[in-house]
């Protein structure tokens, strides 16, 4: 049974694999950005631009384009990272990876509870440098200190979910080949948007509110 997934910061990277994977498997794809991509204009996606996942006009012009009750999956994948070194931090920076990372996605999810299906599941695409365990290297404090608040919310929403059947999943990409990372990562967009939509077939009730590696791994808070 095809499902309807609305994915955000479509255009690129993560989450234009992503969109490319689940219209292989003949889902239907409303993909979300700001801007559009050539390469997001050439697939089957149902593209809508011009939302800013800061701005709360935007998620209320969103909410009412997306009939009711019809949102199978939900990924938040919109992310930005900035570098911040000690001693010479951008505090603007910081607040910019927060309201982007952190609340940028609980906005959209908040937004679109309308629009969300009874089971339906609902996707972070968060990292493993918002784990506290995981820790071992200091510095992205903007990026470290957004994702883990991420983690937060999304756990508080695993619990204020349940009783509408929804789910949630906390998901770490890997380390994956795009332009936040100069190109540098061990494994493609493809192979991690692949892993992510398996982490988020085996999503349930029962493990709501877990945070994984794309690989199956459960990571440590």
Not at 40 to 51: E, F, K, N, S
Request: proline share 2%; aromatic share 4%.
């Amino acid at each position: 049974m095809a499902n309807t997934v609305v994915i955000t910061g479509a255009n690129r990277g993560i989450g234009l694999a992503l969109t490319e994977e689940y219209l292989a498997r003949g889902d239907t794809v409303i993909a979300i950005c700001r801007h559009a991509s050539a390469e997001l204009d050439t697939t089957r996606a149902q593209v809508i631009t011009g939302v800013e996942v800061t701005d709360d006009r935007c998620m209320r012009a969103l909410s009412s384009r997306l009939p009711t009750d019809s949102i199978d999956i939900l990924i938040n994948n919109a992310g930005i990272m900035h570098r911040e070194v000690l001693g010479d931090i951008d505090y603007d920076d910081i607040l910019e990876q927060f309201e982007v990372n952190a609340m940028g996605p609980l906005r959209i999810t908040e937004a679109l509870l309308g629009e969300l299906k009874h089971g339906a599941k609902v996707a972070f695409i968060t990292s493993r440098m918002g784990s506290m365990a995981d820790n071992t290297s200091g510095g992205a404090y903007g990026y470290r200190m957004s994702k883990a608040a991420l983690n937060a919310a999304g756990v508080s929403l695993a619990y204020d979910l349940a009783g509408t059947g929804i789910a949630v999943a906390l998901l770490h990409p890997g380390f994956v080949q795009t332009d936040m990372v100069q190109h540098a990562g061990d494994i493609t967009p493809a192979e991690s948007a692949r892993r992510l939509a398996q982490r988020i077939d085996e999503l349930t009730l029962e493990n709501s509110g877990g945070f994984w590696h794309s690989n199956g791994e459960r990571l440590e808070w």
